[in-house]
């Protein structure tokens, strides 16, 4: 396998991230030095799945002390963090990033500008490096639930791409194919924004990984007609009973999964799961603008007047879900338990 | 309502044919005169639905006689059947269009070939004709079925383009409202040619009924929250014991909306039903060319060398379905006896 792709990381000053609103055409890598900058990136899907987003959101609250040196440092922090939180709702690892450099500036308050902005690069450093270390673990892990030979389903994009590097449901595939099980993949392309053609196709074809792209509406029918071993998929937040929100068509796979017995797995960090909230119902979902659902490639496909939405995600039910994979262990339900019991694993591995 | 779009209709000795893949940005009808040009309309997705394609078929082969005047009308004849028959494999409609044909040239064999010309140019008129009446009388039946205010969700398009007018699923949105029942449509795009968006929209925001467009994938997302009163689609052939091949994420839509106490409603003219295949398993599904999923608007979406699957068509099982509506009466399950009366009855009022 070739070296680790990481679509974003800290270089000097700045954050240079590879804007996935190009590929596969064209790789262009952005260089951002503002929280404003890193907020539009966000919000505009140069950068897009949940662990990635969170470790940008850490670098635009990290940069923020450079602009308006007239208004005290708090203040600078505190409108950077407002900025970034505002960009997307439905990805936890976003505002637990925040939360997390908030924790760490509140640390360091009082102190010299530059050893603030220094501790907090440092923070954001650790944010990515921690990201890529739970990808390789649940990597490793999760390649133990596919049988050589396995096809494996997944929808949208849960890969390096997604993350600091490596990948949470594509880091499954690669720990699989590293541990000697060769696999495949059937990559549902994931309209509108076409995560899975797009991005899921070109970081596999990279590694030299075997798949074949569908249109969303072809998985029940692969599904029902044996031949796919598994689905796995990442997420934006799950639940602490569970409930897994993640982009929009994973509810639909999980349901034609379990209708024909074949396993569902949600592939993610403990940075995803979200204790704070019970249930699926409490996790806000983005709808974004219709507009990116009625044209493509800037070609209208539908008649003039006619309105569309675009809801990004869906919330699955704990009941369609075999087994959630994180860092910390392969959680089985009841999922309240293995949850909380992953969740504090990963907390006191970092005292 | 304004007066029923016609999308194919004879003129003298011509098809005339809108020409499905242009809509909705531009209204381009074409003018075939010969079995090999409506072949190639018919593969090439100018006209598709199955009814539709059926009534393509008969005027192919009514204009058989015209060309090669060196070999007996039964070789002219025979060898337009065999080239419109090649053009796809999953419509029953086309080959009961055929077959039909075939019937009236055995009983006109021999006659001068203007007359035989003229009785099977008044024959694929009557294919026509029927489809328009059989679709208006499925309107009239399946609008008992949706209660004022309904939010009917339904994919692909089955609506006027895919007949010979008025449209089958749309034909009962069609009946309902001119039974006084206003409904509005949920349509999911209907990747990768995009009959939903394009076609569906379209021809509803022309009769001025409410549609609004969603991806694929958000099918079971809208069937989970509730507010679809019921989902209704077309179909290319139903077996004799109910099991029904309908346009690929057909099955899925089944399964998620029986998960979610939708009805879920197949609306047919009883042309589509094949009584002589026994289940879904012995239906013939089409494959197409993976270029047709790789590119959009002419635009590549995923990276070289990377390959697709077009499989075009799925079967839903007759367990998902609620009902079937033809136009000879509302078939419940037991489906082996319903639709058995059904083409019966088609059969009989025939005679």
Redesign the interface.
């Known amino acids: 396998m070739r070296e680790i792709l990481r679509p974003l990381y800290r270089e000097g000053r700045a954050l240079r991230l590879l804007d996935q609103r190009l590929l ?2 064209r790789e262009i890598w952005l260089t951002l030095e503002k929280p404003a900058e890193i907020a539009v990136a966000i919000r505009e899907l140069a950068v897009r799945g949940a662990p990635a987003i969170g470790v940008a959101a850490a670098y635009g609250a990290a940069f923020s002390l450079r602009s308006g040196r007239t208004t005290p440092p708090e203040e600078r922090f505190q409108t950077a963090r407002g900025l970034l939180a505002s960009t997307r709702p439905t990805a936890v690892n976003l505002f637990a990033a925040l939360e997390r450099m908030q924790t760490r500036f509140s640390q360091v308050r009082g102190r010299p500008e530059e050893e603030i902005e220094s501790a907090l690069i440092v923070e954001a450093d650790a944010v990515a490096a921690e990201d890529i270390e739970a990808c390789l673990r649940i990597g490793r892990l999760g390649a133990a639930l596919l049988e050589p030979g396995s096809t494996v389903m997944t ?1 949208c994009n849960a890969g390096a791409l997604a993350t600091a590097g490596y990948g949470t449901a594509l880091g499954v595939i690669r720990g699989a194919i590293e541990a000697g099980r060769p696999v495949r993949v059937l990559a ?5 924004f ?1 995560q899975g ?2 991005l899921t ?2 970081e596999l ?1 990279r590694d030299g990984i075997p ?12 599904l ?1 007609r044996g031949g796919v071993s598994a689905v796995i998929v990442g997420a934006d937040r799950i639940a602490a009973n569970g409930d897994t929100a993640n ?3 994973t ?2 796979l999980a ?2 999964a379990k ?1 024909n017995s074949v396993p569902f797995y949600v592939a993610a960090p403990t940075t995803t799961v979200d204790l704070a909230c019970p249930e699926g119902s409490a996790i806000p979902i983005e709808e974004r603008s219709s507009g990116e ?2 044209s ?8 003039p ?7 990004a995600f ?1 919330v699955t039910p704990a009941r369609y879900i075999t087994a959630i994979i994180t860092d910390q262990g392969i959680c089985r339900p009841p999922y309240t338990e293995s949850l909380a019991r992953a969740v504090a694993s990963a907390s006191s591995g970092k005292l």
């Open positions: 596969p055409s929808h549902s392309e994931t309209r509108p076409l053609a797009r196709a070109w074809a798949v074949e792209v569908i249109t969303d509406n072809m998985g029940g029918h692969f029902s982009k929009i068509g509810y639909s349901v034609l209708e659902v009625l493509i490639a800037g070609q209208s496909i539908a008649p007047g006619v309105t569309a939405r675009y809801v869906d």
